[in-house]
Nanobody, 122 residues
C-alpha cells in the first residue's frame, strides 16, 4: 500500500504562486510514477501534471503548460507542484496520485491522497 498526503494549498490572488507538496509513505517510492489532478465543484477530475519514477519524463495539461512545474525528490519521498501565474480557473481541490505506470487519466492511478484546496481570487 501507498499512502499520500498533500499540503500547501490555500488562498492566493490571481497572478500569484503556490507550491503543493505530496508526501509518500508505504511502498518504495521510486517504483511509482506520480501525478497531480484537480477537481472543481461540479466538474470531473482532470489531469494536471505527471512525472515518471525517475523524474526524466514530465507531462502537463495544456491549460497549465508554462505555468506549473512538477518535480520529485525520491530521497525525501515527495513530489511537488510549483504553480505560478495562477488564475481563478485554477481553483480546485488538488489531488496527488501514484501508480506504477504513468498516465493522464484518473482511472489509471491506484493510489490517491485526500486532496488540498487551492482557491485563486480575481
Amino acid at each position: 500500500q501507498v499512502q499520500l498526503v498533500e499540503s500547501g494549498g490555500g488562498l492566493v490572488q490571481a497572478g500569484g504562486s503556490l507550491r503543493l507538496s505530496c508526501a509518500r509513505s508505504g511502498r518504495t517510492f521510486r517504483r511509482y510514477a506520480m501525478a497531480w489532478f484537480r477537481q472543481a465543484p461540479g466538474k470531473e477530475r482532470e489531469f494536471v501534471a505527471a512525472i515518471s519514477w525517475g523524474g526524466g519524463s514530465t507531462y502537463y495539461a495544456d491549460s497549465v503548460k508554462g505555468r506549473f512545474t512538477i518535480s520529485r525528490d525520491n530521497a525525501k519521498n515527495t513530489v511537488d507542484l510549483q504553480m505560478n501565474s495562477l488564475k481563478p480557473e485554477d481553483s480546485a481541490v488538488y489531488y496527488c496520485a501514484a501508480d506504477e505506470n504513468i498516465g493522464s487519466r484518473h482511472w489509471e492511478y491506484d493510489y490517491w491522497g485526500q486532496g488540498t484546496q487551492v482557491t485563486v481570487s480575481s
